[in-house]
């Protein structure tokens, strides 16, 4: 006789430096684009709720900003989100990228006063020597206590399975927090504004990405296209030449390919229409902060 598996519901807070690979162990473990994943430090500013859902379990992922020491209104508002990760989490993932030269020190500080079972995550083991890999894993054991340790590529796959396995054995018996269809509780305008500040962070360099936001202004579905009307706001009016670029090459460039990131995202026809706003320093301001949804 076959005895059915109990369903299992909870709360995995997925915690680490920036750059780790958070997001692409999100968007590896639910099948879809979910958290924006750039080459680029600090591209998730909140907390990307990704549901996980199968037969008999489902996991509700916080993925946290990347551990930092705040400087601005907006770094502030990111560690926020660490905060409550930290209350709401039945288990700590703590991804760590062992290809990584320097310190993780303020994670460890943030992990200590945890009072949480944390597992272990050496990401990226397609990138690295297993030996050199364990080396500074053990390090890490000094410092902190793990429930477990796990190898894996989420760039690959490799390793995942086991992961989920071992994420289940920390939660409780219970229904399910959310329809199992669910992804996410947040709305679509929310991933288009994702999808849109991530081709900011792909085509320009230095401070733009890390000055500008998106505000999406309206968002018409239709049977068969959605038009959607968009604003990136920038700090300072020579950020909005540079975004809009000569006789408006770079505005239009980037409005091809958000448009198709888009398309794909939400698997029809997209007409989108951006703009550029200066908002003078909009990032040390506590209320254009929270106005922009952090």
């Not at 930290?86 to 200590?112: G, N, Q, S």
């Not at 992804?183 to 991933?191: A, C, D, K, M």
Request: proline share 4%; with cysteine.
């Amino acid at each position: 006789m076959t005895t059915e598996k109990q369903h299992k519901s909870g709360y995995a807070a997925i915690i680490g430096k920036p750059n780790a690979g958070k997001s692409t162990l999100m968007n590896r473990i639910l099948g879809s684009k979910i958290s924006i994943t750039t080459h680029k430090a600090q591209t998730t500013r909140h907390q990307v709720v990704g549901i996980f859902s199968d037969d008999d379990t489902q996991v509700v992922f916080l993925d946290t900003p990347g551990v930092i020491t705040p400087k601005y209104e907006l770094q502030k508002a990111m560690m926020k989100t660490v905060e409550r990760a930290r209350k709401d989490a039945d288990v700590i993932l703590f991804i760590f990228d062992p290809t990584d030269t320097h310190p993780t020190d303020e994670v460890i500080e943030l992990l200590r006063s945890i009072q949480k079972p944390i597992l272990l995550v050496v990401n990226k083991m397609d990138a690295i020597d297993r030996g050199k890999a364990d080396q500074k894993v053990s390090i890490l054991k000094e410092k902190l206590n793990f429930r477990g340790v796990h190898y894996l590529s989420a760039l690959q796959g490799t390793g995942v399975e086991e992961l989920m396995e071992s994420i289940r054995t920390h939660l409780i018996p219970g229904p399910p927090y959310y329809p199992k269809e669910d992804l996410s509780e947040h709305p679509v305008r929310f991933f288009v504004s994702e999808l849109i500040r991530e081709q900011v962070y792909l085509q320009f360099q230095e401070e733009i990405p890390y000055s500008c936001t998106v505000e999406i202004i309206s968002y018409e579905a239709d049977v068969d296209i959605d038009r959607i009307s968009a604003e990136i706001i920038v700090n300072r009016k020579s950020q909005k030449g540079m975004l809009i670029g000569k006789g408006g090459k770079a505005i239009k460039n980037l409005g091809i390919k958000a448009r198709e990131s888009i398309e794909e995202f939400i698997g029809k026809k997209v007409f989108l229409d951006l703009h550029v706003k200066v908002r003078e320093k909009w990032r040390e301001k506590e209320n254009w902060v929270r106005n922009l949804g952090y």
